[in-house]
């Protein structure tokens, strides 16, 4: 694929929303495991979960089988934009560095990566306040009014900054994962053709994918969880009503660390890798097989 080819953004953003139908009830319980537990917040003081399995259940009993894909809407919408973004600026930015695929390596596709999953993840990132804010809280945030009003709701309450809360975690997380996801599925389909184990076959793609899905729940896991906590406070104008616990996101990481321990950082990593293993499974081999469709 050259330099401004616009397949990669297309194939990109039909790949991720193919994944996230498929993995967001998982999602939807890493979020739940991630915000539980905090001393600072007594709404989630309680640990109201043991493990992924029991939330799943718990969930599914008391809020019903629908809250599992609470915040889908604004899930797809951010993977149609930050998909499509991120797939696209990736191909392209290397094709801008190196011309010849064969000629890639690790750190220059690493690069490429940190860049891409930055400017992707700070465009998109109003639709993943309100995805964590449901996820979190449950289907009831999002109001009859529907997805719309739920956006106006937090701009009104918490004004522009609000839509933007937690970029900057999400930005590092986005950074992180799509500089080691892209990079170690790039290096890993390389390798297994190179040694002549496999062809370029759905074999191929789900053994470098399932590898690229742990590697970045590894990597992203710590950020995760304070890109979380971040999203899902609520800052509100009204100085006489309750302000943010965590200032900022080095803040929320040591806050984590002093009053929940270590292992606090990797709250939800089981449903982080049960997650990222299948989404990528499902999004890469999407990816590639649309690439050999005919134009």
Known sequence: MLAGDWRP?????IGSVA??????????????????????????????????THALIKISKEEGIKALYSGIRPAILRQASYGTIKMGCYHTFKRLLVENPENETL?????????????????????????????????????TNGMISSFVN??????????????????QRAAVVAG????????????????????DTVSTHFIA????????????TPIDVVRTRLMNQRNLRDHSRPQHIYKNSLDCLVKTF?????FALYKGFIPTWVRLGPWNIIFFITYEQMKKLPL
């Open 19 to 52: 994944a996230e139908f498929g993995t967001f009830p998982i999602d939807l319980t890493k979020t739940r495991l991630q915000v539980q537990g905090q001393r600072m917040e007594s709404c989630y003081r309680e640990l109201k979960y043991r493990g992924m």
């Open 209 to 220: 994918s399932f590898i690229a899905g742990f590697a970045g729940a590894v990597a992203s």
């Open 9 to 13: 953004f297309v194939y990109g953003g």
């Open 258 to 262: 002093k009053y929940e321990g270590f």
């Open 180 to 199: 080691v996801e892209l990079p170690v599925y790039d290096w890993c389909k390389k390798w297994i053709i190179d040694k002549k184990w496999l062809g």
């Open 107 to 143: 750190p220059v596709n690493v690069l490429c990566g940190v860049a891409a999953g930055v400017i992707a993840s700070s465009i998109a990132n109003p639709t993943d306040v309100l995805k964590v804010r449901m996820q979190a809280q449950g289907a009831s945030f999002a109001n």
């Open 154 to 171: 937090i701009f009104q309450e918490e004004g522009t900054r609000g839509l933007w809360r937690g970029v900057v975690p999400t930005a």
